[in-house]
């Protein structure tokens, strides 16, 4: 900060700020913060989610009976 006088009166003129840099911003992470690295590895390049994919899948859910848990992969058998 360097204060601004009149040379020749010597009448304070205000401040000035001088030598400052921007402040580096941090990059913009691609994905979300809590992903693994297994996440990454799988999902990063599969195209975002879109207004029609959320539609077919509430779709998808409202049609499922009282039985969807038949549905379900049996436990340890994840595919």
Do not use: E
């Given at each position: ?32 913060r809590d ?26 859910f409202k049609g499922l ?15």
């Amino acid at each position: 900060m360097v204060r601004v006088t009149c040379s020749t009166c010597g009448h304070p003129l205000g401040v000035a700020i001088v030598g400052t840099t921007p402040k580096p911003q941090k990059p913009v992470s691609l994905h979300p913060r809590d992903w693994t690295k297994r996440d990454k590895d799988r999902l990063v390049g599969m195209p975002p989610i879109t207004y029609d994919d959320v539609l077919n899948a509430h779709q998808f859910f409202k049609g499922l009976d009282t039985d969807w848990h038949k549905l379900l992969p049996k436990a340890g058998k994840a595919s």
